[in-house]
């Protein structure tokens, strides 16, 4: 590529180039010494004392977040008199938990009826707010305003409200003691993701939707081939919030499930806590072994999505 002979003003701290010098060259002198300021300026930034007290607070407060589930994990590997001993450092440090709590209780299954149920939750809600999403979002029709403020007023209801209807429609339809009444109510999709998913939607454009149409691609082919892979973050994070409100959800379980081969990861720990705990034996070591084991599936999906859960939440809330 050959220079154009002009004169480019400089920077400051710049130099500015003379008559004659092509205008890459000029234009790499001067973003080289941009640069430079950038990140002299950057380095000093970082050594304010606001931007220490900042990372001090983080620190501190992870320390906080952190804390609970270290000494849990410490917990795990201590025998039963140490337990409580609050070292982070097992005196007495032990496997033989981890091989007695597969004994005691049927933790792989429950582990597998979690799983379960959480795919198909996530799944399902995930699809389903998004369809309701993208019909809020891109069709026009009267009281479109109207109906989706009493799909958000959903959200205001307490579940205890709708605890009992919902127990009597499962019980009339036979599954009272079955996986199916704790997912399959996610077919009618969440007012919360609506929200979220529609947010996205609305920062979309529809140019782009209309230019589909008009190549001929229909309604659905539009809203999946082309709407669905745009909105990648924002349906990462409905799944991974799913993922874990499923995973942790004990009242439903509560409610629902009777026998032990249906159990699924909280109803399980609940049931360890009456037999081994306040009402049993008192083998707390059992308990925060089987805690810790089925908390690291969970840790581990936020570790894999957090990248996508922060573009996710961060371009919702700021598009639309």
Request: charged residues 15%.
């Amino acid at each position: 590529m050959t220079g154009i002979d002009v004169d480019l003003p400089g920077a400051t701290g710049a130099p500015v180039p003379r008559r004659g010098t092509s205008v890459p060259t000029a234009a790499i002198a001067t973003g080289a010494a941009h640069v430079e300021a950038l990140r002299r300026n950057g380095h000093h930034r970082r050594m304010t004392p606001g931007r220490v007290f900042a990372w001090i607070a983080l620190a501190l407060l992870g320390v906080v977040f952190v804390y609970p589930f270290v000494w849990l994990v410490s917990a795990s590997f201590k025998p039963r008199s140490e337990v409580f001993d609050n070292r982070l450092i097992p005196e007495t440090f032990t496997l033989d938990n981890y091989v007695q709590v597969w004994q005691e209780a049927p933790l792989a299954l429950w582990l597998m009826n979690t799983l379960i149920v959480t795919v198909l939750a996530a799944v399902t809600v995930t699809l389903s707010s998004a369809m309701v999403a993208w019909g809020f979002a891109y069709f026009r029709f009267r009281g479109r305003g109207v109906l989706f403020g009493l799909v958000l007023a959903t959200m205001m209801l307490p579940g205890a409200v709708t605890m009992i209807p919902v127990f009597l429609i499962w019980n009339g339809l036979g599954q009272v003691g079955t996986l199916t009444p704790l997912w399959a109510g996610n077919l009618f999709g969440s007012a919360f993701y609506i929200f979220l998913l529609r947010q996205f939607f609305l920062g979309l454009p529809r140019d782009l939707f209309d230019a589909a149409r008009v190549d001929g691609a229909t309604q659905w082919g539009v809203f999946w081939r082309i709407a669905l892979p745009l909105c990648k973050p924002a349906l990462a994070v409905t799944l991974v919030f799913e993922v874990q409100a499923v995973w942790t959800d004990l009242m439903r379980a509560l409610i629902y499930l009777r026998d032990s081969d249906t159990f699924t990861v909280p109803r399980g720990l609940k049931s360890l806590v009456d037999a081994f705990g306040f009402g049993g034996e008192w083998h707390w070591e059992i308990i925060v072994t089987a805690s810790v084991i089925t908390t690291i599936p969970m840790i581990i999906v936020f570790f894999l999505a957090q990248r996508q859960i922060i573009d996710g939440v961060a371009s919702s809330g700021l598009k639309g």
